[in-house]
Structure formats: C-alpha cells, structure tokens
C-alpha cells in the first residue's frame, strides 16, 4: 500500500491541510505539538476509524468546529482508492460516516458509501487489518518494542503477511495445481495423436501453456527465496535488538 494524499479539514488541529506524499521515505520534523502525531492519527482515522490517543470522535473535530473530514488517497496493486471520513457534531450528538472509491480513469466509483460497508472493505483491498497496522506499520511512540514483545508464531505470521510471503506461498501451490491439470491433459492428448491429427494444435497450446506455467513458477520460486531471506534478516535484527534491550533493563 502506497499513501498518495492527504486532505484534512477540521481535524485536531488542522484548520486545512493538504499534503502529497512523494515516492520514498518520509520524514515529519518539528517541535511538540506542531502536529506530526496528527498527520498519523488522522491515517489511522481514515483507514480504520480509529485513533492512537484513545479519544472519543468528537476529539478528533478541531475545538471550536462542529465538522471534520478526512480525505485519504492510496494505492494498491496498481489500483488507486479513495477513502472518506466526516465526523458531524450536532448539540451532544456526534455523527460519522464514511466512503470508499475507486479512482479510475473515467472518474470515482463508489465502491461503499456506510462506514460499517467502509470498514468491512478497508481490510480486504489492502491487505492489511487493523490489528497489524497498529501493532507494525503504525508503530506509536513509546510501542516499538510491541512487535518484539509478541510471540515468536504471532510475530511471523505478522512479517509473513507485510512481505507477501503467505501470498507467494499460495500462488506456488496454486500454480502447481494449475501445472498438474494441464499435464494430465498433456497425457490424454499424447494418446490421442495418432487418431486425431487436430489435436496437433492443441497439443501445442498445452505445451506453450505449461512452459509459461513453469516460469512463472521459477520467478515465484525466486520471489518466495528473496522473501524468506528477508524474514531471516528481521529475525536477525530483532533478536539484536532484544538484546540491547535486555542490556538497559
């Protein structure tokens, strides 16, 4: 998942904000309560109607405001959404509701316009819940040693997921079902050749097909390898960092 933009209104302590985020890393610098905390609540917000400082929504509405939106644009496997939240305070009663888009070359498509729909989509087009945002992507001040703290299948289930392991995993098998069906074909042909000439053209699509299975096979073969590299070298990095953290206990 890639953030594209961010547009605040009314949020925290943002009047009005709008912000591109550039390829790359991004660093927020400023001095306590200049509002960088904000920027990341206000994500959190718009993925997940939640907040990192335990408040209630009318919190997150800028004092002396009665309306906040926020506006989040992300990518995904080369697909661009958009995700809307408004929070409505009216008298002692405070309101939310929430949209998510589809941005595509001939506009916005609404894909959920509740935030109970919103909710329910979030997770399933990024990939990510909100449990494993908040516990490695959106790590809070102070929570780092969260991820360490987790158990060891916890833990690998959770890098599992963010490097793409499980989903190479499962194209693996998946391609390998796909390669088992076509030579089963392959077979049947072969022993039909000699009673259908015709076959012959089928019999080369089959074995294009297959060829073409298994390089994608290797290239996944490769990808899953790259991966599980990427998995030891965290676990390497986490076990230094637990033991610097056992030495200033």
């Given at each position: 998942m890639l953030l594209k933009r961010l547009k605040l209104k009314n949020f925290i302590s943002y009047k009005e904000l709008d912000?591109?985020?550039?390829?790359?890393?991004?660093?927020?610098?400023?001095?306590?309560?200049?509002?960088?905390?904000?920027?990341?609540d206000a994500i959190l917000f718009a993925l997940y109607k939640e907040n990192s400082r335990g408040r209630g929504l009318q919190d997150l509405v800028k004092r002396g405001e009665r309306y906040s939106r926020v506006e989040l644009v992300f990518n995904v496997d080369n697909k661009e959404y958009k995700v809307v939240?408004?929070?409505?305070?009216?008298?002692?009663?405070?309101?939310?509701?929430?949209?998510?888009?589809?941005?595509?070359?001939?506009?916005e498509v609404a894909l959920a316009t509740r935030s109970s729909d919103v909710d329910f989509l979030i997770p399933r087009?990024?990939?990510?819940?909100?449990?494993?945002?908040?516990?490695?992507?959106?790590?809070?001040?102070?929570?780092?040693a969260k991820l360490i703290e987790l158990r060891p299948a916890e833990r690998k289930q959770i890098i599992s997921k963010l490097l793409g392991?499980?989903?190479?995993?499962?194209?693996?098998?998946?391609?390998?079902e796909?390669?088992?069906?076509?030579?089963?074909?392959?077979?049947?042909?072969?022993?039909?050749?000699?009673?259908?000439?015709?076959i012959e053209k089928e019999y080369q699509n089959v074995c294009r097909e297959i060829e073409k299975i298994k390089k994608d096979i290797i290239s996944t073969e490769r990808d899953l390898?790259?991966?599980?590299?990427?998995?030891?070298?965290?676990?390497?990095?986490?076990k230094m960092l637990e033991e610097k953290r056992s030495r200033y206990q």
């Amino acid at each position: 998942m890639l953030l594209k933009r961010l547009k605040l209104k009314n949020f925290i302590s943002y009047k009005e904000l709008d912000l591109e985020f550039p390829q790359g890393s991004i660093v927020f610098i400023g001095e306590n309560g200049a509002g960088k905390s904000s920027i990341l609540d206000a994500i959190l917000f718009a993925l997940y109607k939640e907040n990192s400082r335990g408040r209630g929504l009318q919190d997150l509405v800028k004092r002396g405001e009665r309306y906040s939106r926020v506006e989040l644009v992300f990518n995904v496997d080369n697909k661009e959404y958009k995700v809307v939240r408004e929070i409505l305070i009216e008298g002692k009663r405070v309101q939310s509701n929430a949209r998510l888009y589809e941005i595509c070359e001939k506009g916005e498509v609404a894909l959920a316009t509740r935030s109970s729909d919103v909710d329910f989509l979030i997770p399933r087009k990024t990939g990510i819940d909100k449990n494993i945002f908040m516990t490695s992507i959106y790590v809070r001040q102070g929570e780092i040693a969260k991820l360490i703290e987790l158990r060891p299948a916890e833990r690998k289930q959770i890098i599992s997921k963010l490097l793409g392991i499980d989903d190479l995993e499962r194209a693996y098998v998946n391609m390998r079902e796909v390669l088992a069906h076509y030579e089963k074909i392959l077979r049947k042909i072969e022993g039909s050749l000699g009673i259908k000439p015709t076959i012959e053209k089928e019999y080369q699509n089959v074995c294009r097909e297959i060829e073409k299975i298994k390089k994608d096979i290797i290239s996944t073969e490769r990808d899953l390898i790259l991966k599980k590299e990427d998995f030891k070298r965290l676990e390497a990095e986490k076990k230094m960092l637990e033991e610097k953290r056992s030495r200033y206990q």
